[in-house]
């Protein structure tokens, strides 16, 4: 009988699950041209606007199989290009990986300018060398230094991709929903 109390409408509210916020795409190769990319959302909240943080690195060495033990690629995290991109951002990619164009703005990309210098990315589908679609993003900070890193997502990850981001719009928009218990009320009467 105690349980039950304690499970009831006067019980302490739990606290909210965590969930996973970001998600990671890696593609190394045996030349070293490879990249990875980290996707992080950060919903809305109080006045904030929500956005999803895109992380890029390109690769810094190669992967091999020395003495039979897997030694694996890495990723220059370290001089990694990341940028925040919100819900329009977000819209005009969604409109590309669900072949709504084929390129956001035509080619010519968004432009982002901060005090921290000037980015553009680039999102498009492509057809040679393989099907897919590339994201490119190119930075020239405000001390002049140029920085850019491209990532292409195969068509499975494309999917995944669209899936998540069209999911992610939901808590951009309107953040994550507080829960408010509220005590059982007594239904009204017969109808």
Not at 38 to 65: C, R, W, Y
Not at 90 to 112: N, T, W, Y
Request: glycine share 10%; with cysteine.
């Amino acid at each position: 009988m105690e349980e039950m109390h304690n499970n009831g409408p006067s019980a302490a509210p739990q606290p909210m699950p965590r969930y996973r916020t970001n998600d990671g795409y890696y593609h190394a190769n045996a030349k070293g041209t490879g990249s990875a990319l980290k996707l992080e959302l950060h919903p809305a909240h109080g006045d904030t606007a929500g956005s999803v943080f895109v992380k890029i690195a390109n690769q810094m060495t190669v992967g091999s199989m020395q003495g039979g033990s897997p030694v694996f690629a890495t990723f220059d995290w370290g001089k990694s290009i990341t940028v925040k991109l919100d819900r329009t951002d977000l819209s005009q990619i969604l409109q590309v990986l669900r072949g709504m164009q084929e390129s956001i703005a035509d080619g010519k990309g968004l432009f982002h300018r901060s005090a921290s210098g000037n980015t553009i990315i680039r999102f498009s589908h492509q057809i040679d060398p393989r099907p897919g679609y590339m994201l490119s993003i190119w930075r020239k900070a405000a001390t002049g230094e140029e920085a850019s890193s491209f990532y292409v997502f195969d068509m499975n990850e494309a999917f995944t991709l669209m899936l998540a981001l069209e999911q992610a719009i939901l808590y951009v928009c309107f953040g994550i929903p507080e829960v408010i218990l509220r005590t059982p009320q007594t239904p009204p009467g017969p109808f």
